[in-house]
């Protein structure tokens, strides 16, 4: 289930579409709050959007899904072995560029990895737009 956009992006992008935006808003215009679990109908999260553009500005709640850690990272291993890597950070770092896919280091806790260990515990921080907080996956190395 890996996603080649930000979630950033893919927010701004999904509040274009709905509300049909002409001009479309631009992801560096757009500042957001924390996201809270919110369940609002199918949807886990709630965050309000603040904008201060040429064409736009105020405030506005937003409501989507976050994913499952577990979901997103389904059936993938970090590259390399662990004594490659000294905390989660770089590892996933390693992760993200060998799929091409954009890194918000702010959606992941940092730990320490073991130069031991079989795999790395990944979890979303509370403040991740993407990542539904405090759930857990561990991906094993692949070297």
């Known amino acids: 289930m890996l996603y080649y956009e930000s979630a950033k992006q893919a927010l701004v992008r999904a509040i274009n579409a709905n509300n049909s935006l002409t001009p479309p808003l ?55 072995r662990a004594s490659d890597y000294p905390d989660t950070r770089s590892a996933m770092t390693a992760f993200y560029n060998r799929y091409n896919l954009p890194f918000d280091p702010t959606d992941l806790v940092n730990s320490t990895i073991l130069p031991n260990a079989v795999g790395a515990v990944i979890q979303g921080r509370n403040s991740s737009i993407m990542f539904i907080p405090n759930l857990t996956v561990t991906l094993p190395f692949a070297g």
């Open 26 to 80: 631009n992801p560096n215009d757009v500042t957001f709050s924390n996201p809270e679990i919110w369940i609002q109908g199918s949807t886990n999260t709630r965050v309000t959007v603040t904008v201060n553009n040429n064409d736009y500005s105020g405030s506005d709640v937003h409501y989507y899904n976050r994913h499952r850690i577990y979901d997103f990272f389904a059936g993938h291993s970090i590259p390399g």
